[in-house]
């Protein structure tokens, strides 16, 4: 996090808090206390740190895994207690009337808390600092004039260059005292971002603690629009999950799932901000990463090949491989031959089909099943076999053949191969399903084509939807591991098939699923959040929406939400709380001055505090690239971090969503919809593009502007 702005003057302080190491004459000074008191908590952090660097675990270990397993845990605790530069150690401060968890009739007195990223306790085990997690440090998000939750006093802390420098207190039992914004709060939400995402954990509203706090038994759909931190609250809520079920999630594991490499760099480092380091990062190509993908669909085949009804053609095609026996099977053992007839054999087989289980799984029980009913063979004539009789049956030579006969292996690559490669194939387990003009769309090899599909997996061109059918027929073979809890963001751009592996992955846990419907920017982007739940496997999941913006100035959110109507006409315009209006202009040029006046938009950006991100079509970067070295400015890619001497991002369209910039110069939006497939999509990613700045937005544009933008 970010060291804070200057902040408002103090406000006068409430009663004195206990004195932990101030110098003379801080008692009477509530700032100068509240800093001894950030040393010395500081001072104890370090203390526990250097406890768990002391530790010898020579005498307590067994063996050299247990030393091994021992160790790793102890590093992780050193690592999680470092004391990070620049970042508050606590943020804020509550004064109970009364003592937490005792009987109000008791007339306990209150207790004062300071709230901060994680627990710090004193060389006795007595609380400095109380992890923002804690059930005791939810007021500090929740508290009201109206509902104070035995709070007699909420205290916000300012900070500048890491140093405690203002505070501002609520005194929420006061009737006295209006209610009024938090300037340090403000302060904070509007505050000039360099480098990559950072933790929104001192500002948490209590539309968004709700839903990080909500339990771990079901999942949480969030329908947030641009600004309303959706993504913070999801990577927070990850935190308070392993805050609040960390050894069920440490044996069964998180993920967070974003739409590209460029945005997980860009996330990486709120949890470790947060004090938690094991989380698992991917995108969903990583997830479904079975083959190399060298090869790229058109709209209209990624569309078919990214439908649901793709896993039934999968699934009819794995099934196909089952075939009826047409022998009996005879097992020798000694001198005496055991004969299961194929009638049996059938019966067998039917009740492993019935019963729809995996692919490989059957194909597992089946030869247990063939030698159980040789064992019964075998009772019947008098013996006593046990187990270890039927394991033996079960690895027979004959019982070997039936079943490889029967139920031979199925590779899932070779599978979609034969499948996209193969048109009597496809037509066979399409038929009912796909049309035959979209069975067309998706052969590599149409029949009059004078195309030739690809001989092997290795030698094949596969796509990324291909590796996502790939995964599904895996999955039909052999099950997916399912995870305790998975973070997917921007998910309205995964079509139904990718819904389908990310599913696989929290059968038995549960899910946050972040997105907004109007930023899908895929010809399959997802139209309702119910029809992606379902295709999740999560259909009864609560939608929860965030409207209200925190970061996005209004003007801009207000010019991009003329687009709603076209692309998602059945979402709430966003609103802002940001009281700065911001920077917006609209700058129109001759075709021949326009990147001209780019450069001048990026020139005059570069004189304000903070990031600027320069946003175009695809087709426009490399002319923009150019330019700007030829201009001597230092352009980033995407997801790389900030510096004093680089704060220019030079950001494609396509990889823009997620991201936020101080200021955005906004080149072309006319080619940035020209670049999409289709006209909606198009524009959907225009909004995405008009909503990533923070402070300030500068449209520069040769061509008509989209016409549901109206006059400008």
Same mark, same amino acid.
């Not at 970042?87 to 901060?116: C, I, K, M």
């Not at 199925?410 to 049309?435: C, I, M, T, Y």
């Not at 290795?458 to 291909?466: F, P, T, V, Y």
């Given at each position: 996090m970010e060291p804070a702005p200057p902040a408002p003057a103090p406000v006068p302080a409430p009663a004195p808090v206990p004195d932990q190491g101030s110098a003379p004459g801080a008692a009477s000074d509530p700032l100068q206390r509240e800093r001894a008191h950030l040393a010395a908590s500081?001072?104890?952090?370090?203390?526990?740190?250097?406890?768990?660097?002391?530790?010898?675990?020579?005498?307590?270990?067994?063996?050299?895994?247990?030393?091994?397993?021992?160790?790793?845990?102890?590093? *992780?605790?050193?690592?999680? !207690? #470092?004391?990070?530069?620049?970042?508050?150690? $606590?943020?804020?401060?509550?004064?109970?009337? +009364? *003592?937490?968890?005792?009987? !109000? #009739?008791?007339?306990?007195?209150?207790?004062? $808390?300071?709230?901060?990223?994680?627990?710090? +306790?004193?060389?006795?085990?007595?609380?400095?600092?109380?992890d923002w997690r804690a059930p005791v440090s939810q007021p500090f998000y929740r508290a009201s004039k109206k509902d104070p939750l035995d709070l007699k006093l909420r205290r916000r802390f300012g900070y500048t260059g890491g140093e405690l420098t203002a505070y501002e207190d609520e005194h929420l039992t006061d009737p006295a005292e209006a209610e009024t914004t938090s300037a340090l709060l403000q302060a904070e939400i509007e505050r000039p971002r360099v480098g990559p995402m950072r933790d929104i954990v001192a500002t948490i509203q209590p539309e968004q603690d709700e839903i990080v706090r909500a339990g771990i038994g079901g999942t949480v759909c969030v329908q947030g629009a641009p600004g309303t931190g959706k993504t913070a609250v999801g990577l927070h809520r990850v935190a308070y999950l392993l805050y609040a079920h960390r050894e069920r999630l440490a044996r069964s594991g998180t993920l967070v799932i974003g739409p590209n490499r460029s945005f997980l760099r860009y996330i990486e480092q709120v949890l470790p901000a947060l004090g938690e380091l094991e989380v698992k990062q991917a995108t969903i190509d990583d997830l479904v990463g079975h083959v190399e993908v060298l090869g790229a669909d058109d709209a209209a085949a990624a569309t078919i090949k990214g439908d649901a009804r793709m896993a039934e053609v999968l699934r009819r095609a794995v099934r196909s491989h089952v075939t009826a026996p047409q022998e009996p099977c005879v097992v020798v053992r000694g001198s005496r031959r055991w004969r299961v007839p194929a009638y049996e054999l059938e019966e067998i087989v039917q009740e492993l089909r019935d019963r729809d289980i995996r692919y490989g799984a059957a194909r597992e029980a089946l030869p247990q099943r063939i030698a159980h009913a040789v064992l019964v063979r075998m009772e019947q004539a008098g013996e006593a076999p046990d187990d270890r009789v039927q394991d033996a049956v079960a690895r027979?030579?004959?019982?070997?053949?039936?079943?490889?006969?029967?139920?031979?292996?199925?590779?899932?690559?070779?599978?979609?191969?034969?499948?996209?490669?193969?048109?009597?194939?496809?037509?066979?387990?399409?038929?009912?399903?796909?049309?035959?003009?979209?069975?067309?769309?998706?052969?590599?090899?149409?029949?009059?084509?004078?195309?030739?599909?690809?001989?092997?997996?290795?030698?094949?061109?596969?796509?990324?939807?291909?590796?996502v059918l790939i995964d599904e027929a895996m999955d039909l073979v052999s099950r997916t591991h399912s995870l305790g809890h998975v973070v997917l963001d921007e998910a309205q751009d995964l079509s139904p098939m990718q819904y389908r592996a990310v599913g696989r992955r929290c059968t038995t846990g549960s899910a946050t699923i972040l997105g907004d419907i109007a930023q899908g920017t895929t010809p399959w982007a997802t139209d309702t959040w119910r029809q992606a739940l379902a295709h999740l496997g999560k259909p009864d999941s609560a939608v929860e929406e965030l409207t209200q913006g925190f970061r996005v100035p209004r003007e801009v959110i207000g010019y991009a939400s003329r687009l709603l109507p076209a692309i998602a006409p059945d979402l709430k315009e966003a609103t802002s709380i940001r009281e700065s209006a911001g920077d917006f202009g609209i700058r129109a040029v001759q075709p021949a001055d326009l990147d001209a006046t780019v450069l001048a938009a990026c020139r005059d950006a570069l004189v304000k505090e903070g990031s600027i991100g320069l946003i175009a079509a695809d087709a426009r970067i490399p002319l923009l690239r150019a330019a700007l070295?030829?201009?001597?400015?230092?352009?980033?890619?995407?997801?790389?971090?900030?510096?004093?001497?680089?704060?220019?991002?030079?950001?494609?369209?396509?990889?823009?969503?997620?991201?936020?910039?101080?200021?955005v110069v906004l080149d072309e939006p006319a080619a940035i919809v020209a670049g999409e497939p289709d006209e909606r999509t198009g524009l959907r990613r225009l909004y995405v593009c008009l909503t990533r700045p923070v402070s300030g937005l500068t449209i520069v544009h040769a061509a008509a502007l989209p016409g549901q933008l109206g006059n400008g």
């Open positions: 500081r001072a104890a952090l370090r203390a526990m740190r250097e406890d768990a660097q002391s530790l010898n675990i020579a005498d307590v270990t067994a063996n050299w895994v247990n030393a091994e397993v021992l160790q790793g845990e102890i590093d *992780a605790r050193i690592k999680a !207690l #470092a004391d990070l530069s620049g970042t508050p150690l $606590f943020f804020g401060r509550l004064d109970y009337l +009364h *003592a937490p968890g005792v009987d !109000l #009739a008791e007339g306990a007195d209150g207790e004062n $808390f300071y709230v901060g990223r994680r627990h710090v +306790h004193d060389s006795d085990g007595d609380p400095m600092v109380i027979n030579a004959a019982v070997k053949a039936a079943v490889k006969a029967i139920w031979p292996p199925v590779d899932p690559a070779k599978l979609v191969l034969r499948l996209l490669g193969d048109a009597d194939f496809l037509a066979e387990h399409a038929e009912g399903v796909l049309s035959d003009e979209e069975q067309q769309t998706i052969l590599w090899a149409p029949p009059g084509s004078g195309k030739k599909p690809p001989r092997s997996v290795r030698s094949a061109k596969w796509s990324a939807a291909d590796a070295e030829e201009a001597g400015i230092n352009a980033l890619p995407p997801g790389a971090e900030t510096s004093a001497d680089a704060r220019l991002t030079l950001v494609p369209a396509t990889l823009a969503k997620g991201l936020e910039y101080d200021y």
